[in-house]
């Protein structure tokens, strides 16, 4: 794994600025990194590589999404009723 990636994720403070979502209300940002961390995941374990590097998307919206968010959102991802692709 790349040792740059890994220092990022030890000296985690906050979500950084992202390209992609420049307007201020950043609840695309939140669900797009909550599915790119459970997408990460899947992939990599499903090839047999450490899923550690998708650490980094979970910090991110872990520190973005309100708790009552991800809550909800885990509870339909194990009923298998979550809106998203993963």
Known sequence: MDEDMKTKIKNYRTAPFDARFPNQNQTRNCRQNYLDFYRCE???KSSGQ??????????VFTSMCPTEWVKRWDDQRE??????KI
């Open 50 to 59: 450490d899923p550690y590097i998708c650490k980094w998307y979970k910090l």
């Open 42 to 44: 899947k992939k990599l």
């Open 79 to 84: 009923n298998g009723t979550f809106p998203g």
